[in-house]
């Protein structure tokens, strides 16, 4: 048993060499992260259309420009809506998207804590 | 008492989701950002299309005048369908046409314009697509209706005859 | 001809179900067994609805233009496989698959189920047929797939190329054996309550659907994913796109169900919450149709954009929601629950399960669905993404694997810690491993390490567990196995996946540190219905090894659609995927280069968990 997981070890070190973790950069980051708006569902990195081109061409512009992750959504949102952004932002309008599933996950644990724990 | 008021509730919540839904279907899915009407338009620098000079915004649109910006290329099937509004719009007077070539070549965009005929005061062009996107477009043909700087109204996709009355009614 | 028998062979098997419905009240109170000509009648049902189902698959293959599914979603010069499959790949089509698998397997419940009470038969069977009914109506009002037009066309419209796959051709029946699977379940739950009996006998006997379900669901997922995969061209397999998250629903739903079933064929516990669950996981798989058919959400894969279609199964959907909540609220007679859990069992394990597996539904439905709500209240249009969804699920992720890895061990009822040195010893190998792994990531280190580890620590937990000779549950230890092995591998997948983007002309070499990649030529061909440019790359590495890489750009005429094909290399280690594309105006193609570990084991790891549910299927005794 335990030369089994030596040697599964053993393994996994040597075959580590073709693993190179890789820290994404910023601008493939951030197109990830935009919706292409002429596509049925893709990002504008997955994208190959006409837009998410040029819009990558753009998010490397500003980039270059000094502007930051935030500034960039921000100025695709004054042009094309909240829409764009595939990660929501957290305003009045979406605080019920990220609270309710967490809200309910402690709902959950006091029920199950409250019906069978409890019954002491 | 208590166990009744949990199903009135869960009625109660399935009947809202129903209507929501119901409330859902009706609107259209297909998202049009119509957000910049009467926003201002975006300060930019853009080479001229025949010098490749550089000119801004500022130089280009003044105050107290009318302008439609159009989008264009030669290789677009819907801008020939549309150039024919846009000849017609050019004969206006109270308003000037500009042209902004998108991701097209020279030579081409010279033909088709030899072809159909030139309506643009001006034409810039847009090499890399990224001068669209700052006036917020996403696709071509689009055309922007400008006065005093602010964009009055936006026209996605070819111009048709609907689109020049309601435009030759906002410049009057 | 065959459009014509097709019709009026739904009309037929619609009329079968007011016959079913009066000799099954007739047997209701009346004779001990069930009239057998009840079950002939349904027989006879199935048989109608397959009648009509080779009405249209025979118009597909002949090309018949009169009939207007066929005209919109075919062609002449399609390949054979793919007439066949375009029976199915369409709105229409897919909704007559639905019916003949609602209608087949009610007859192989009725055929399986004959030492359980007459009155839970008839009950189910009823159940079923509403839903069948409903089917029924659905396809001949407004969904008819025989509509004749005239003067007929000579050419039809052409299927969309990018459903011309293989792999996109079974992956429709595959889930549709999964989703409607769950609709007997809902039928039995509500037949059940209604006939008083719920009990460990019911649970058994549930649990065979159940796992019938699950299983299909699992394998529907994987293809669809393999081909997203494959034929999209964007290198990935999950996108948290709304139709993927209307499958994945359901199917946690039934991952839940299938746990708390177990529980309930030991012990007369938890029985309110599986009949919830069995409704709610058909009412999902309703749910998810509605949304993806209606036109109410915008995605990739959009069928039907119809919103008169959409009303309809809203309607339906809450009928049958409404029917339920109905039958579970007068009928439904809960039992005195006076046993308690003692804190560290099994039975407080599968809870756990429970908590941690709603909480994800939870994530997903809301995520999915909530911009529906915001935009019919305020009119704000929002998109959710996969970044809400990896920030919500991910972290969870952590104490959910450890809680599977010690779950199992734990004996019901109660039980002790004892003799389980082994539990330390592998978190602190997972632990090394997991850090040795990670070691180069800037970003996350911590967070990826601990992830990792607890993916590493249920890995060797269940590994370990097959070599013990007294292994109680093989099923169970390879299902929690390959998950394991599943998270695993997407771990590892999305840590060490890296891609070369360029822009190259014929002969031109892009040159990096690591890689060359030369632009070697160019070739076209001409195809049955397109035509085919590939572009031949060599790709250079620095520690030697070359492969030549062939994407390709296929030009179709019917409908005039461009699609960019990947040419991927495929090993157990790792995948290169390279895809090539045209750019507007330009004469260079933009270059997609790939590297993927791990691709393979994401896909073996899911088949080995839709086989260990085949494998407790085929058992078929308790497991402990």
Known sequence: MRSLKFLVVLFFVFNSTFLNAQTENLSDKITKNLRCLICQGQSVHDSDSAFANSLKILVKKKLNEGLNEEQIYNFLKNKYGEWILYEPEFNKNTYLLWLLPIMMFLFGGAIIFKLFILKK | ?172 | MSSLIGYYSLVFGLGLSFLIFFFSIKNFNNYQKLDLKIISFVFLQFLFVLISFLGLLISFVNSDFSNETVFNHSHSTKPLFYKISGTWGNHEGSLLLWLLVLTLFIFLFLLRSKDQPKKYRILTLLFQQIIIIGFFVFLLKTSNPFNYIFPVPKEGLGLNPILQDPLLAIHPPILYLGYVGTSVIFSSALAAISSNYISEIWASHIKKWILIAWIFLTLGILLGSIWAYYELGWGGFWFWDPVENVSLMPWLALTTLLHCVLVLEKRLILTSWVVILSISTFALSMCGTFLVRSGILNSVHTFANDPERGLFILIFLFILIFLSFFVFLFFYKKEKNTKTFFWLSKETSILINNWFMMYFLAVVLVGTTYPIFLEVISSEKISVGPPFYNKLIIPFLVPFLFAMAIGPKLKWIKSNIENKSYLILFFIISLILSVLIVRNLETNFLFNTVLVTAAFYLLFITLREFFNKKMINPSQNLAHFSFSLLILSILINNIFSFEIVTNLRVNETYESEKFKISFESIEQKKKQNFKTIVGKFTVEQVNGEVDIMRPELRIYNQPNIVTSEADIKINIFYDKFMTMNYVQNQDYFNIRYQFKPFMFWIWVSTLMLSLSGLLSFARGKYEK
């Open chain 2, 1 to 172: 008492m208590k166990n009744k008021i949990f199903p009135i509730i869960l009625f109660a919540i399935f009947t809202t989701v129903f209507f929501v839904f119901y409330k859902g279907l009706q609107n259209s899915n297909i998202y049009i950002p119509m957000k910049n009407i009467e926003k201002n338009i975006p300060y930019v620098e853009i080479k001229k299309f025949a010098s490749n000079d550089i000119i801004n915004s500022n130089e280009i649109f003044q105050s107290d005048k009318f302008y439609l910006l159009n989008i264009w290329a030669s290789w677009c099937v819907p801008c020939r369908e549309e150039h024919k509004y846009l000849m017609a719009l050019s004969k206006e007077k109270n308003i000037r046409v500009i042209g902004l070539n998108y991701k097209d070549k020279y030579k081409n965009a010279i033909f088709f314009l030899n072809e159909l005929g030139d309506p643009y005061n001006l034409i810039l062009q847009d090499q890399d697509g990224t001068v669209s996107i700052e006036w917020g477009a996403y696709g071509v043909p689009e055309s922007f209706l400008i006065y005093n700087n602010k964009i009055i109204k936006k026209i996605i996709g070819p111009l048709s005859q609907n689109s020049l009355i309601q435009i030759k009614k906002l410049i009057k």
